[in-house]
């Protein structure tokens, strides 16, 4: 399955041309339907509609078809009708004009100072008329569900150019990782012969004033706790395994998103963990490094349906 990104963009239009027959007799040469679906990252999927007055009817059939193709994301949706131009004003109907002209009494005689309806205003409520005239239920169904195509397309594009940079960063990770991986044991042997030393420095200093095998004993258990409290194979190991399991989840696809999100989560957990217990220089580059990317990392997986 593709990885798909949350953020998309897609729109369509639906000419009156191909409304049912007989429509166009009501006006719908003079009407086109326009639909925008865009979307960007969300934790769930959040819908939004700003349909205009004709089509709020249909809400629910958006609603139900956008909930059957996306997941997650924060999905906006404008539908409109849409006059081409001037040249396209129709001229209102006699029936129209006598709804108007009733309209226009029936308010006047509750209210005498209302003003007279203005030609721009019959030309306006005539068009509005012929839009919800007009049955777009079949036209609307048709032009959502090629919409959510291309947003799907989009939002499949996207998703495979984060994958790819996520499988790139995975890579980089785990070549840190190898850097780190040798440098381990050495740190470690390293630092437990210096403490040994110390405490020997130390103890001629006391002038014998503790048993020599004791002495030693306790130098050796000393230094093997502070080796232990330095070693971060155990991070290492955990970060491989988080890694493998990021690689096979951007590579099956799907709805990983969130799962992908809390991996990152532990990616980071380990590398904080490593640069914390560092005890050289080297190292504590190669964990900086290792939060750079990672940070990276989170940043694009939060677009990760």
Same mark, same amino acid.
């Given at each position: 399955m593709p990885v798909y990104s949350m953020t998309g963009y897609a729109s369509g239009q639906h000419g009156a041309a191909h409304a049912a027959p007989g429509q166009e007799a009501k006006g719908a040469?003079?009407?086109?339907?326009? /639909?925008?679906? +865009?979307?960007?990252?969300?934790r769930f999927l959040d819908l939004t509609f700003r349909l205009s007055e004709e089509l709020r009817q249909h809400e629910p059939m958006l609603r *139900?078809? %956008?909930?059957?193709?996306l997941k997650r994301g924060k999905v906006e949706v404008r539908a409109a009708l849409e =006059?081409? @131009?001037?040249?396209?004003?129709? *001229?209102?109907?006699?029936?129209?004009?006598?709804?108007?002209?009733?309209?226009q009494d029936n308010v006047r005689s509750w209210l005498p100072d209302a003003g007279a309806l203005s030609v721009a205003d019959v030309v306006r409520l005539s068009a509005t008329d012929a839009g919800v005239d007009i049955d777009w239920s079949e036209a609307l169904a048709g032009?959502?569900?090629?919409?959510?195509? !291309?947003?799907?397309?989009a939002r499949e594009r996207e998703g495979a150019r984060l994958a790819a940079m996520l499988l790139g960063h995975l890579k980089q990770l785990r070549s840190l990782a190898k850097q780190a991986? $040798?440098?381990? $044991? +050495?740190l470690v042997e390293q630092q437990r012969a210096r403490f040994l030393e110390r405490w020997k420095e130390a103890m001629s200093l006391a002038e014998g004033a503790a048993p020599a095998e004791a002495a030693q004993d306790r130098a050796l258990t000393e230094a093997t706790s502070f080796a232990i409290r330095i070693d971060v194979a155990e991070e290492l190991m955990r /970060? @491989?395994?988080? &890694?493998?399991?990021i *690689? +096979? /989840? #951007?590579?099956?696809? @799907?709805? &990983?998103?969130? +799962?992908?999100?809390?991996? &990152?989560? !532990? /990616?980071?957990?380990?590398?904080? =963990?490593? @640069?914390?217990?560092?005890?050289?220089?080297?190292? =504590?580059? %190669?964990?900086?490094?290792?939060? #750079?990317?990672i940070e990276q990392m989170r940043e694009q997986v939060q677009n990760i349906e």
């Amino acid at each position: 399955m593709p990885v798909y990104s949350m953020t998309g963009y897609a729109s369509g239009q639906h000419g009156a041309a191909h409304a049912a027959p007989g429509q166009e007799a009501k006006g719908a040469a003079a009407s086109r339907l326009g /639909l925008e679906i +865009r979307s960007v990252n969300s934790r769930f999927l959040d819908l939004t509609f700003r349909l205009s007055e004709e089509l709020r009817q249909h809400e629910p059939m958006l609603r *139900e078809a %956008i909930a059957s193709r996306l997941k997650r994301g924060k999905v906006e949706v404008r539908a409109a009708l849409e =006059t081409p @131009g001037a040249d396209s004003l129709r *001229e209102p109907s006699p029936r129209m004009l006598q709804r108007l002209n009733a309209l226009q009494d029936n308010v006047r005689s509750w209210l005498p100072d209302a003003g007279a309806l203005s030609v721009a205003d019959v030309v306006r409520l005539s068009a509005t008329d012929a839009g919800v005239d007009i049955d777009w239920s079949e036209a609307l169904a048709g032009l959502a569900s090629r919409t959510l195509d !291309e947003l799907m397309a989009a939002r499949e594009r996207e998703g495979a150019r984060l994958a790819a940079m996520l499988l790139g960063h995975l890579k980089q990770l785990r070549s840190l990782a190898k850097q780190a991986q $040798p440098l381990v $044991p +050495r740190l470690v042997e390293q630092q437990r012969a210096r403490f040994l030393e110390r405490w020997k420095e130390a103890m001629s200093l006391a002038e014998g004033a503790a048993p020599a095998e004791a002495a030693q004993d306790r130098a050796l258990t000393e230094a093997t706790s502070f080796a232990i409290r330095i070693d971060v194979a155990e991070e290492l190991m955990r /970060l @491989g395994s988080h &890694i493998d399991e990021i *690689e +096979r /989840l #951007v590579n099956k696809g @799907g709805e &990983i998103g969130k +799962r992908l999100d809390f991996l &990152i989560q !532990e /990616l980071h957990r380990e590398a904080n =963990t490593m @640069g914390s217990k560092s005890a050289a220089l080297e190292l =504590t580059h %190669i964990s900086v490094d290792m939060k #750079v990317l990672i940070e990276q990392m989170r940043e694009q997986v939060q677009n990760i349906e």
